[in-house]
Structure formats: C-alpha cells, structure tokens
C-alpha cells in the first residue's frame, strides 16, 4: 500500500501528530507493535494522566541542546491543548499549580486522542512489526508483518526505554543509527533511587513516610514531598532528582526545607529548655522518621533536655536536619522510569520541521528525541507540540 506519510509510534506525540496531518489532508497511517494505542497515556499521572503544565516554558526541559524545544513550544501551548480537552468535554483538575490532570480517568485522553484520528481520517494499525525502514529516492519504504508499505515520509514516535512491558523499544534508535544520526547515551529519569546495605534497610523501615524537603544537586533544587520506600527515596523530589544525578554521586537533602535548624533549636533551648530533643524532633518531623532519627543517632543526645545540650551538639543536629546527606547506589531502573535522558541527538534534526536535516522524508517526534521534560505534565507538553510542529510541515 502507499500513504503520504507513516507515523511509528500509536503513543502521545504519534497519535497527535497523525490526527494534525490527517485534518491537513494527508493520507496518514499509525504503525504500533503493541495491541493498544496510547499504553503510557492510560499509566500516567497515576492513571489520571497529568497531561499539561501551564508554564511549558523551555527552562523545564532537559536536552544538549536546550534551544531546540523552544520553537515548537512556542507555537503549541498549553492553552491550546487545553482547548481540545475541553472541545472534548473532558473533565479536568489542576492538582499542583499549572499541573492539569483528567479528572476522571487518563482513558479520556486515549479517547480524545482516538477520536481525533479518527475525524481526521488517520488509519491506526496496532499489533503490527516494522521490519525496516528504508529510503527510497524521494520517499521511503518500510517492510512491516502488514506487508510492503510506501511512505512519502516516515515519522518516528516511538518514545523512550522506559517501560518496555508498556511497548517500549529502542526502535527509533536504531533508525535513527541506520540513518547516520547521532543517539546521545540513554538513562532512566524521573525514576525512584535506591539505597544499599543499613540505609535500605532503614529506608525499607520506614516505608510509606513521606514528607516535604527540598533536594540540590548539580545547580538544580527541587523543593517537593520525598518518599521512603522498601528500596529507597522515591517521591516528587527524588524523581525530579533523579533525571539530574550520576551514579556515584551524593545527595543532599534538607529535611527542614526554609527552616534554619540551628535557629529553631536554639530558639527552643531558650523557650523549652526541659523539653527533650527527641520531643522536639518528634514535632517538627513525621513521628517514624524522628523516632527513626533517635535510633540512628543513639550517642547524639536524642534523650537528654535541649537545655544540656550544648550549641556544638545543636549545630551537628541542625547539620543532620538541614544536609541530610545519602549515597544513592542506584535507580530503579527502566521497569519504573517516567522517562529517558538523552537519545536522538537534535543536531541533525530540525526545530520547527522535525526533519532530518537534508532527509525531509523522515522526522522524529516526542521523547525518542534528547528533550525531556520534568516531573509536572511537561513530557506530554512536548509530545503534542513536537508533533504539532512536525504535522504542519508535512
Ligand atoms: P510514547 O511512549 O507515548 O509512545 C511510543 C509508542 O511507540 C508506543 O505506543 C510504543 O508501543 C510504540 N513503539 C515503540 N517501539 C516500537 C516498535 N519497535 N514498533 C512499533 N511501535 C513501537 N508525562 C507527563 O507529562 N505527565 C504524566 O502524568 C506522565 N506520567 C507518566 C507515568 C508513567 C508510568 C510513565 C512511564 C511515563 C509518564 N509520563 C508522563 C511520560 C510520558 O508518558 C511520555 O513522555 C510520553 O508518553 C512520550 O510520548 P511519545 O509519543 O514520545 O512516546
């Protein structure tokens, strides 16, 4: 068969972007291997699919090249999507500021998304393998389990490592690789980090705690809840953290965040000073991780009144609360990822085309490229931008 243009990937940035194309009168066909379209959708947001951030600005996108993502951003906006999801009647809440989530179910978005394609003609085949993408004169063709298809362009939505029981794959890399692009190296982000030995113990124990801190690392700070799991720190702030920390590397955590420790425990010396530490820690802390803290520390004067305790031990603790410092030994991994860093490198690929420098034929769209997003609605942002973009110059 022959289409205008083939899009690889049934996910966020595919299904958007076969819609555009499709209303823009091309004949579109939607290649996917999984049996359902829009699988990471139907996951997201805790299955309630937090699927913009009203300040989409550039500055929450990681990439080597961090003016790519500003043209496409700019011309598709949250305001824009949120325009459709209300066309569609689809509830929805802000949950965080500028975080918008379905109110109901992440469905409705695969619905909508379904619902475009279909108004606009697109042709969605599920189940379907690609065998090889070649190029052919001024088109393309692919070999698909569908047979021998005809492309005047080939788009690759096929997204990041994350997840592969969800279909992801590392397909669009290698297309990108047979095609002489650049693929800059790849690793989970937004993903929960793990600790070893007595610290995942400690963490394991106290699983479930969660509580506000604030979290710096290579010039980035994100101030939101952490959470302790079996395995280690999981939460908003340490996914935010992951997506920026190397193996290896320290974590500072201010389990105090805006609160100058020393100060307080000064202050309440003076106020209190028959109160006993371990009191006050129980106050100002979620209870299981201060009694945690008074068992870790047993020599650190945990029981005795903050009026024995003397500015020198007042100063360890505040140094304690406020640079909590752990050694991550790792991530999670790809089995819970949000995301990927990294990936098809943008050098060779066009901001406001999402062509293939000199190979207009073929494009790549969404996370499959090195642009991602932080935690907050931002990815699919850049799922429906990127393919926005790449639509209108089809
Ligand atoms: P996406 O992953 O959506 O789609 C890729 C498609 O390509 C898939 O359908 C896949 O089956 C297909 N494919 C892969 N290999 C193929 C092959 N070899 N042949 C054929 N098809 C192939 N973001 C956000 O903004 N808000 C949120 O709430 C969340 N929440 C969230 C939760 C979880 C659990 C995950 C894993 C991720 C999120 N994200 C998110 C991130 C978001 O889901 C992600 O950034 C976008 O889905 C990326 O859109 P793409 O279209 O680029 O890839």
Redesign the pocket.
Known sequence: MAVDVVI????????MCAAQAGYAGKRVLV????NK?????L???GGR?????MDAAPGHFYSQNPHFCISALKRYRPEHFVELVERHGVEYVEKAPGQL?CADSSKEMVRLLLTECEWAGAEISLS???DSVEREGESMRLETSRGRIDAGAVVI????L??PT????G??YEIARQFGLEVLPTRPG?VPLTLSGSWKERAGALSGVSLPVAVEHGGYRFEEPMLFTHRGLSGPSMLQISSVWEPGEALEIDLLPRCAAFDLLREARASTPKRLLSSWLGEHLPKRLAQALVEWYPQAQTQAPLAEISNEALEAWAERLNRFTLKPSGTEGWR????TMGGVSTDAVSSKTFEVKGMPQLRF????LDVT?RL????????WAS?VACAQAL
Do not use: P
């Open positions: 690889i990937g049934a996910g966020a940035a595919g299904l290649l996917d291997h999984a379209a829009g699988k990471k959708i996951m997201s947001g699919c937090n699927f913009t951030n989530f379907t393998r690609i939505a096929t997204g990041g994350s997840i969800l279909g992801a794959s397909f669009g937004l819970t990822a949000e995301v769209i969404g996370e499959v997003g907050g609605g931002y990815n699919f942002q850049w799922a393919g």
